[in-house]
């Protein structure tokens, strides 16, 4: 009976229906906002009771915490090309369908809308993006590993500027992503913007 | 009395205290949010009659536009340092300084996040996007001149790239940005990644 006591699973660790329970929280959120969302509406859609939700996780941000990081609908898989510039064109065509398919893109905006408007939400969103950062730092290693990056290489910089591109263009401009998009913005960075 | 007339005053004309109105305009947006912002509220902050602000802008929404365009809040001045390293630097040390100062970090990051929530005020983001990639423009055809850019420049994607990575670091992350930030960034994208 120790799980009745811990405060927190650890990651991967959870009931039966884990992905369902943390993709409800995130459309629950995206739908009602942090305040109005309740763990008795998340329970229902996920199809399991209360209770087991209390189980895993004694509050409404301890869930949220959890569905932020582990949730499928924002999972981004790691790409393994081979080489840098495939894996980074990857991450930017994986964020670009995130951002720009449903519900997933839906879900994303609303939870950074809900952020912005609600500054005890912002821990949570640090914890997501620093989570994120450490799953990329592993196309990183492995492209200085293979001489293709200076090991001094700032990942949060290069990961910052690729990501911001495509959020300004598929969130803030709204504008269509062409199917060059993630060719050019990689190309930019890796290669820089001088004339040869 | 033609200004009784017109929709929208051109850029630049206006009522006296347009700039103030501009800025109680966004304040109140962020405030309040887009639906319980009145321009009586507006027309008391800035000190003018509400049929003043009527006069010159027939709704709420038609304010808005204006004000998102050419609020002083949200104005960033355009450099010219003689050249496109020290220009881009320039930019993006002004957009760290807009969204990490007050009142303008809070406007800045309020009215995305209604926009988020709000399709309605989309295409008003998309407008002030539009018209800052217009502004930018110029520093861009400077570098071309100069030859420090290749003639087929793609701005957006320039632009986007360091803007982007400002708006990760500075609202998604929530992370303080230091003095050499600007320079990390404009250097990766005029240069590339690359080991030399």
Same mark, same amino acid.
């Given at each position: ?10 990651r991967?660790e ?5 992905r369902q329970? =943390?993709d409800?929280?995130?459309e629950?959120?995206a739908?009602d906002? =942090?305040?109005?969302?309740?763990i008795?509406g998340?329970?229902?859609k996920?199809?399991?009771n209360?209770?087991t939700?209390?189980?895993?996780w004694?509050s409404?941000s301890?869930l ?8 499928? /609908? /924002?999972d ?8 840098? #510039?495939?894996d ?5 065509d994986g964020?670009? #369908?995130l951002?720009t398919?449903q519900?997933s893109g &839906? %879900?994303a905006?609303?939870?950074l809308?809900?952020?912005v ?10 914890? =997501?993006f620093a989570?994120?950062?450490? #799953?990329e730092?592993? %196309?990183?290693?492995?492209? %200085?590993?293979r001489?293709?990056?200076p090991p001094?290489?700032?990942t949060m910089? /290069?990961?910052?500027?690729l &990501?911001g591109?495509v959020? /300004?263009?598929?969130?803030f401009?709204?504008?269509p992503?062409d199917?060059? =998009? ?7 960075v890796l290669?820089g913007?001088r004339p040869s």
């Amino acid at each position: 009976m120790t799980t009745h006591h811990r405060a927190e699973p650890a990651r991967g660790e959870g009931p039966r229906r884990r992905r369902q329970i =943390f993709d409800a929280t995130l459309e629950a959120l995206a739908r009602d906002g =942090f305040e109005s969302m309740t763990i008795e509406g998340i329970a229902e859609k996920s199809g399991v009771n209360k209770t087991t939700i209390y189980r895993w996780w004694p509050s409404k941000s301890a869930l949220l915490g959890a569905a932020l990081i582990d949730a499928p /609908l /924002l999972d981004l898989p790691m790409p393994d090309t081979g080489h840098l #510039r495939g894996d980074l064109e990857h991450l930017v065509d994986g964020l670009v #369908r995130l951002l720009t398919t449903q519900p997933s893109g &839906a %879900v994303a905006q609303s939870v950074l809308g809900a952020a912005v408007g609600d500054p005890g939400l912002a821990t949570y969103i640090q914890g =997501f993006f620093a989570d994120r950062l450490a #799953r990329e730092q592993v %196309v990183i290693d492995r492209a %200085v590993a293979r001489g293709e990056l200076p090991p001094d290489t700032d990942t949060m910089t /290069l990961m910052d500027l690729l &990501a911001g591109a495509v959020w /300004l263009r598929a969130v803030f401009r709204r504008l269509p992503l062409d199917d060059d =998009f993630a060719r050019r913005t990689v190309s930019t960075v890796l290669d820089g913007v001088r004339p040869s």
